[in-house]
């Protein structure tokens, strides 16, 4: 199992109205819920309003919603193109 640490996330980029953003919800907070029950990282997870953070989510370059990233470090590491609960929870736990 690979250690978790405080330092890495997977960041979701969404906005308000999107149909695709809100079937992802429940899964990625069914996630967040899972991995802090696993105590892997009470940070493992985060999301991110773009439509109140346009710079955000122009810096990161998010074209479409909702936009998952990981994160290692504060860096950028590459799209996470997982989007159900199981999967992001697999992911952070190898």
Known sequence: MRRVSRHERIRQADILGCGHCKA?????E???????ALNLASTAVAA???????????KFEVKGFPTVKYFANGELKWDFDKRTAQDIVDYMKE
């Open 24 to 28: 992802m919800k429940p899964d990625y």
């Open 30 to 36: 069914s996630a967040a819920k899972q991995l802090k």
């Open 48 to 58: 991110v309003d773009a439509t109140k953070a346009q710079a955000l989510a122009t």
